[in-house]
Nanobody
Framework: QLQLVESGGGLVEPGGSLRLSCAGS????????IGWFRQAPGKEREGVSC????????RVKDFVKGRATISSDNAKHTVYLQMNSLKPEDTAVYYC?????????????????????WGQGIQVTVSS
């Protein structure tokens, strides 16, 4: 059974950094695209960044471009989201999700409806 577990969230001051981890089990990471999404109170869930090995692609949304980096350690079945220069508006519950790469054409996607498997989410709070 495919499972995803997020970790690394918490409280951080504005300008600080966090590294979120998404540990997967029950599947081969190379055969799935992993996306990071977030949902702030009263707002819709939005895509943040995604990664796939086949096709080899990464994407980062404009609102975190230059501040977020996605990477993977296939041996550890883990995908990371490094976030720097955090802002209060980055406060949200962050989710990782997985979708089969057979549905991809040229790159990973950041539409939540395309993802079939979700982690439980982890809180990130940016506040002084």
């Amino acid at each position: 059974q495919l499972q995803l577990v997020e970790s690394g969230g918490g409280l951080v001051e504005p300008g600080g950094s966090l590294r979120l981890s998404c540990a997967g089990s029950g599947f081969t990471l190379e055969n799935y695209a992993i996306g990071w999404f977030r949902q702030a109170p009263g707002k819709e869930r939005e895509g943040v960044s995604c990664l796939s090995n086949k096709p080899n692609s990464t994407r980062v949304k404009d609102f975190v471009k230059g501040r977020a980096t996605i990477s993977s350690d296939n041996a550890k079945h883990t995908v990371y989201l490094q976030m720097n220069s955090l802002k209060p508006e980055d406060t949200a519950v962050y989710y990782c999700a997985a979708m089969d790469v057979k549905y991809l054409i040229n790159h990973c996607v950041l539409e939540s409806r395309e993802y079939d498997y979700w982690g439980q989410g982890i809180q990130v709070t940016v506040s002084s």
